[in-house]
Each structure stands twice: as structure tokens, then as C-alpha cells.
């Protein structure tokens, strides 16, 4: 008797398979410091819109975050010589209806499926906790955010200043169809990334 052929697995899976997503936590601190400290120049400028380089106390806030009102999820490539952050992507909520977020990549990552893993997660975990607009400012010229964003349902409007683009996302529509992912929470987050696709 012939077995059931294996599933196929995508190509993102297998770029992905290495990876471990899951919620940030107070003591990923140190890992978070190490991945600002070796963003280059440009993803570092597109993640603050400023040359500048994060201060001790943002990074601080950015891994003990408060729950009640913030999601954020890291990527952590577990490689022989130990951890490395990768990716993370948060959600900071002011109230339902005026959620920011963000989203950082490392640059040897990119272009390589995390972003969009990360932001179909928030997204999920943002709707979850009763987001129902989520937006994020980017600059203009910031066609891979601009792409992303559009591929999951975001619409972007031009701000007053013409550097930079507001990219919004209705979460009380159902059909949006980044909502429809898979690994809802950030608590359900903490999993192999391929084991949950
Ligand atoms: C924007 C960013 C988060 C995208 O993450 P990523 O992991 O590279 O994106 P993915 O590989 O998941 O790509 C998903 C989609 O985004 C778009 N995209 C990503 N990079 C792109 C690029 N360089 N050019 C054009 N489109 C791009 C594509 O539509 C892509 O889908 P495809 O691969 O099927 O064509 C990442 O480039 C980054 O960290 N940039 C610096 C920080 C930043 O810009 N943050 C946004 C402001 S909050």
C-alpha cells in the first residue's frame, strides 16, 4: 500500500523554519539592544523616520511592554552561537480606535516572508484585544512597507507633510484578509514559526 505523500512545504516555511515567534518579554532586552546595535543605517531610519539610534529607556519600554495595552511579537533565529532577534513587530493601542504600529526587520532577513508572518500575527493579536483601526506612518518612498501593507488590506493616505504616508487598517470589517491568520494571540504566538503554518 503507497502512503500519503509529505504536504508540500513553501518556500517560506522553509526560510522561516529556523525562526521561534513568540511575545517579547522583559528579559529580551539584551537581545533587542543587539539587534538595534546592527540595523543598518536605512531600516533604522525607516523604522523612527530619524537617523537617531533608540535610547536605553526606549528599549527598556519597547520589551516590558504593558500588556494591557500593547502586543509585540519578536522572531528569534536560534543559531549555534545562541540567540539573535530578528524581527519584531508591535502594536501600542491609545484606545480602539487609535492603535500605532510598527514593524522591524533585520536587514539579512528581509525580503524573506518574516515581515508579512509578523504583521499577520499582530494583526490577529491586535483584533484579539479589541483593536479596531490600526495604522502606522511610514515614509513615502518606503515602497517595501508600502507593498506589505497594501497585500494585507492597509490603505495609505498622504499626511500633511509629503515625506510620509498614514497606512490604516479597519479590523471591525471581517473580511479583512490579514485578520483571517492563523496564530491569533501573542500567547498562542509561542511556537515554531513553521509548525504553525
Ligand atoms: C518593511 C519590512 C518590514 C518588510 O519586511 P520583509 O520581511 O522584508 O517583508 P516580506 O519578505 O514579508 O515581504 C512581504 C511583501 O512585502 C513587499 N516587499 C517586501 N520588501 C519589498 C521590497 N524591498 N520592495 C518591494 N516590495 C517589498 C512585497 O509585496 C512582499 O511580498 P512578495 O515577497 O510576495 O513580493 C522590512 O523591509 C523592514 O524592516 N524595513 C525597515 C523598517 C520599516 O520600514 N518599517 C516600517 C515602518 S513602521
Redesign the pocket.
Known sequence: MRSEPASPISG?EMRLRSLHLRPIHPADLPLLREFVKH?SQ??????L?SGRTPTEDELRRWSAIDVSREGAIVAIDKGPNGERLV?V?RYVMQSPDETD???????A???????????TRLIAAARAHGVRNLS????ST??????????MGFEAARMSDALAIK?SLDLSNTDVHAGNATGANPSDADQRASSSR
Open positions: 517560506v540595523l536605512d531600516t533604522g531610519y525607516k523604522r523616520l524581527g513587530a504600529f510598527a514593524i522591524v526587520i533585520a536587514d532577513w528581509q525580503r524573506r516572508g518574516l515581515g508579512r508572518e509578523l504583521m502606522g506612518i511610514a515614509l518606503n515602497f517595501a512597507m508600502r507593498s506589505l501593507a497594501r497585500a497606512l
